[in-house]
């Protein structure tokens, strides 16, 4: 018995033994592995090649989101833009406040994010954010309340800019959103809910989608210009005008959209390109207004369909079916049913690519482009125009001060206006601040079509009539939906 006793000692001891020596040796490999793995790993990384700007890597194998999000959320800020809704007549509640009783403006909230892009103020944020907003109030990430100007906004691209009177902001630097690739990793930061710096990541699905969520409208002058950059990143309601930005915290989209059938997010969101944005943003703080580049052509993507009837050698590029009055395009020699295949030595083989290159231009730029025709592939230079076939730059800022009178920024009226209104000529009152129109009742958007039984034909006839005329006078006029007003003021 004391025999077995033993050898079953002798077995245990030995195997124990034999047991430390093989979890020791793996220990041993494994650590070896581990460094071995590291060395790779850090020579991989040294010799690693810019992803986007030239400053910043995106990097896969060091997946560390901590600086960008501190840096991201204090850039960062929470919108509330008031705006009034109309409200027609409702015959039960006129029934106890009298004919017309209900009807009129109530005030409204719409709640949304911006970008500090300047350490003096800056923002950039979206269009439909501050749509109709009579006033803006900024809430900064520690907290503090500014009131906000609205600098100008682009209902193209549903971008605006706006400014707060602050110094020594943290702000976010722009990316090259050119640079982006597919399966890159960025986060959306933003407000979604009223949730103050919220930070979500998810990687880059597809480029230059275009979902038709801008909608367009020729009366107001809007074609717009769809080429998101679409994520996986969780974005719900309040992102709009958040950042999209990269591992570093570069500044690569502007969050915009979501893909949801139920108001939240459920699987993708869309943001548009900061060179898109910046070349917008630019704008409006130089000009007032965008300075839109035009081709002068119609186009659309080439499918397999028109490559076999056009006999085209693929569907790479973007297929030219017409042209405009006094485009560019004809004068660069282009035809009908050449196809582009690159702008700038950029890529575009479907709409919404050719739109981004050339959204990044203004009139008057000299671009190249590779010309597939019949016959053979050339390269072109087409000068780009703007919507009147020239190539002039608009500066909404000086027109807009030759054309305020006693508060009110005053705007001609087309001839399409004119026919839809009814209405010979006239001028519109497009924004009435204070003075002598806005004491007298006049509100935004009203129309005056008659001084003292003058007809006004545009805003200078209009400026020089005021100008010579003293004591009271008697404005008529209407407002777009035909109801009519009657002022008396006095001057």
Known sequence: MKQAILIFTAILIGGSLTYLTIDNRNQSDITKNIKENNTITKKDRSSTKTILASNHINNPYNLDFTNAAEKTVNAVVHIKSEYLQSYNSDPLLDYFWGP?????HRPQIATGSGVIISE??????NNHVIDDASNVLITLNDGRELSAKIIGSDPNTDLALLKIDEKNLLFTEFGNSDDLKLGDWVLAVGNPFNLTSTVTAGIVSAKSRNINILRSNSRDNIFPLESFIQTDAAVNSGNSGGALVTPDGYL???????????GSYSGYSFAIPSNIALKVINDLKNYGVVQRAFIGIMI??????????????????????????????????????????KVEDVPVNDVPELQEQIGKHKPGDVVKMLIQTKKEIKEVSVELRNENGNTEIINKKLTEKESILFGATLEDLQLNDLKRL?????????????????????????????????PIDNKRNLINLLRSKKGGILIEGQYPNGTKGYFGIGL
């Open 100 to 104: 017309q009783g209900s009807r009129g």
């Open 120 to 125: 003096d103020g800056y923002i950039v944020t």
């Open 252 to 262: 690569v989209g502007i969050n915009t959209a979501i893909a949801s059938k139920t």
């Open 300 to 341: 659309q993507d080439v499918t397999q369909e028109l490559m076999d009837q056009l006999k085209l050698p693929s569907t790479n590029g973007v297929l030219v079916s017409g042209f405009s009055e006094n485009g560019a395009a004809q004068e660069a020699g282009i035809e009908k049913y050449d196809v582009i295949l």
């Open 422 to 454: 009814k209405i010979k000529s006239g001028v519109v009152l497009k924004k009435i601040d204070n003075g002598k129109f806005k004491n007298i009742g006049i509100e935004n958007g009203f129309i005056i079509t008659h001084v003292d039984k003058v």
